[in-house]
């Protein structure tokens, strides 16, 4: 065990994952949340009698879920016996870029990232890695995402044992894994990847605000039929300030037209505008650097290369600290990415996305009123 990875006050504790919590909490400046001590808390209760885990954690966006994962990469650096490291699995790539910057930041310890094209974590080692989706998948079936494109060239057949094995040993994190499923493409491998979990006991954690009853009432079967030992958070009903905070804050939702767009904007105050494709986010913020000279106008969608990605990230991060700006985005701010804003202004989508959206207008715990127009005659063809 490496010591200069772990906080010195968490390695002089009993090391406990709610120890663990505590320390982050202190460190990162976080309240501690009753439902994540729950979560930490049921953990402990279940490694210790040797279970397989099977969880899902429900909490509204910005709660703080992904302090599950970061206490159990800590834990982990002193007590390897039940895990050995955390891989946390997410469905778009401006969310892992922000996830590893947190947890970086965070722990004081190293942290992984890996997705197509980002070769950080190849073998998935570190404490904690954040990877894609699609790249968690292959990896797990051997199909090494390192030599993507010699495979694609058919160069290489791509087998890669080592990093099955090294998700074997692992705590697997599935962030608001009803993205994947939905996804035509990934629906199948998804499941045939789950099953090869289970047979190896791999412990699993789904971390959602918002998942269907129909994927919840999967999850349970398998568990169930796999011999694992299930738990779904909270409980009971859930109850702290965070929740009674956001029971207080108001929001104003009214249905727009698109043509409206201009008019709905306030330059005096951070705005936030999520529409369904590429194409179409491209041309309103062409049209809105244009005629917003005097405030900061910024695009975010997944088609940009490497170097672009890595350049939006660092913007991003520094525009967040302002109080007004204009942030044209398509759905790959839906989930988990830090940001909230005063007006948010949406494409028509599907209820979950639309829930995901919303959780980015008024997000932060002071901030107590938002204003969300929903544009009914917005194009949906992703959707169809």
Not at 11 to 16: A, D, F, N, V
Not at 99 to 106: D, I, L, P, T, V
Request: glycine share 4%.
């Amino acid at each position: 065990m490496n010591k200069n990875f772990i906080i010195p006050e968490f390695s002089e504790s009993s090391g406990s994952m709610i120890d663990a919590y505590k320390v982050l909490c202190r460190k990162a400046g976080f309240k501690p949340r009753s439902l994540i001590l729950e979560v930490l808390k049921s953990l402990d209760e279940d490694f210790s009698d040797n279970r397989s885990i099977l969880y899902i954690v429900k909490a509204p966006t910005g709660y703080g879920k992904t302090s599950i994962s970061l206490s159990a990469a800590l834990f982990s650096l002193k007590n390897a016996s039940f895990f050995e490291k955390v891989i946390h699995v997410l469905p778009l790539r401006a969310i892992v870029e922000d996830a590893f910057h947190k947890a970086n930041r965070y722990l004081g310890l190293a942290a992984g990232k890996q997705m197509m094209g980002v070769s950080i974590s190849p073998f998935l080692l570190y404490p904690i890695t954040f990877v894609t989706i699609d790249t968690f998948l292959w990896d797990t079936i051997k199909l090494n995402t390192k030599k993507w494109s010699e495979i694609l060239k058919e160069r290489e057949y791509g087998y890669d044992y080592f990093t099955q094995a090294s998700i074997i040993v692992s705590l697997i994190f599935f962030d608001e894994v009803h993205m994947v499923i939905e996804n035509d493409n990934l629906r199948k491998i998804f499941f045939t990847v789950l099953e090869f979990l289970t047979e190896n006991r791999v412990p699993i954690i789904f971390l959602t605000a918002t998942m269907p009853p129909s994927y919840e009432k999967y999850f349970i079967n398998l568990a169930k039929v796999k011999g694992y030992k299930y738990r779904c958070f909270p409980e009971n009903e859930l109850k702290d300030d965070f929740i009674e905070n956001e029971e207080k804050k108001v929001f104003h939702i009214r249905l727009e037209k698109s043509e409206n767009i201009g008019k709905l904007i306030d330059l005096k105050k951070r705005n936030l505008i999520i529409v369904n494709t590429v194409r179409r986010a491209v041309e309103i913020y062409k049209n809105l650097k244009r005629y917003s000279k005097d405030i900061d106008v910024m695009l975010i969608h997944g088609r940009y290369t490497l170097k672009d990605r890595e350049e939006k990230a660092k913007i991003l991060e520094k525009l967040k600290e302002k109080d007004r700006y204009i942030i044209v985005s398509t759905q790959v701010v839906e989930a988990g990415v830090d940001i909230s804003s005063d007006i948010l202004i949406t494409d028509l989508a599907p209820p979950i996305s639309l829930i995901q959206r919303m959780g980015r207008n008024a997000r932060y715990f002071d901030e107590m009123e938002g204003y969300i127009y929903i544009l009914r005659d917005a194009p949906h063809s992703i959707y169809n």
